[in-house]
């Protein structure tokens, strides 16, 4: 069984940086894509930013290029949202998903595993 433990949220002005981390056990890291959403009250869940397996591919949600870049370490098991330039509408809860087949996907009913979400607050 694959889990995801997401870390780095919290409470942060706007044009300011945070830096999201999720750490994959318990299955093969390095074979599969992941993947950040969020969602916000009362939102659809959406894509944030997707890496294949390797990195080679990345993917962004369009409100996000530009500000946000997604990377991994496969050597760590752990994946990474660099997010900068935070505004206000980027206040969600962010989750990880991992996604066996190693491609990336904007659809979040593709991905296979999910982390417990860490919350990202965007608030003068």
């Known amino acids: 069984q694959v889990q995801l433990v997401e870390s780095g949220g919290g409470l942060v002005q706007p044009g300011g940086s945070l830096r999201l981390s999720c750490a994959a056990s318990g299955g093969t890291f390095s074979r599969y894509a992941m993947g950040w959403f969020r969602q916000a009250p009362g939102k659809a869940r959406e894509l944030v930013a997707a890496?294949?397996?390797?990195?080679?591919?990345?993917l962004y949600g369009d409100s996000v290029k530009g500000r946000f870049t997604i990377s991994r370490d496969n050597a760590k098991n752990t994946v990474y949202l660099q997010m900068n330039s935070l505004k206000l509408e980027d206040t969600a809860g962010y989750y990880c998903?991992?996604?066996?087949?190693?491609?990336?996907?904007?659809?979040?009913?593709?991905?296979?595993?999910w982390g417990q979400g860490t919350q990202v607050t965007v608030s003068s």
């Open positions: 998903a991992a996604r066996i087949d190693g491609r990336v996907s904007d659809w979040d009913k593709t991905y296979d595993y």
């Open positions: 890496i294949s397996w390797n990195g080679g591919d990345t």
